[in-house]
Nanobody, 118 residues
Framework: QVQLVESGGGLVQAGGSLRLSCAAS????????MGWYRQAPGKQRELVAR???????NYADSVKGRFTISRDNAKITVYLQMNSLKPEDTAVYYC????????????WGQGTQVSVSP
């Protein structure tokens, strides 16, 4: 059974930094894109960043220049470095893994809370 386990969330002041990690356990064949989504209260879940197996990245406009996604294929882990955090970044952050060339997530993490105080 595949599980994605996130860590690194927490409370930080505006302007601060956090690094999220998401490690997979279990056997996953043909991992494709790895990504991070977030969902703020009363809002829909949105894509924050995605990194394909070929190295292409996509970022939400609101995080460009502040967030960086990276992956370690040997450790089956994806990271999200978040700098210059803003109160509007407050949300539950979810990691996701896709299979093959699909961009739609096949597996999801349980979510980790990121809270940014003014």
């Amino acid at each position: 059974q595949v599980q994605l386990v996130e860590s690194g969330g927490g409370l930080v002041q505006a302007g601060g930094s956090l690094r999220l990690s998401c490690a997979a356990s279990g056997i996953i064949f043909n991992i494709g894109a790895m990504g991070w989504y977030r969902q703020a209260p009363g809002k829909q879940r949105e894509l924050v960043a995605r990194l394909t197996s070929g190295g292409s990245t996509n970022y939400a406009d609101s995080v460009k220049g502040r967030f960086t996604i990276s992956r370690d294929n040997a450790k089956i882990t994806v990271y999200l470095q978040m700098n210059s955090l803003k109160p509007e970044d407050t949300a539950v952050y979810y990691c996701s893994f896709s299979i093959g060339y699909e961009l739609s997530p096949r597996y999801w993490g349980q979510g980790t809370q990121v809270s940014v105080s003014p």
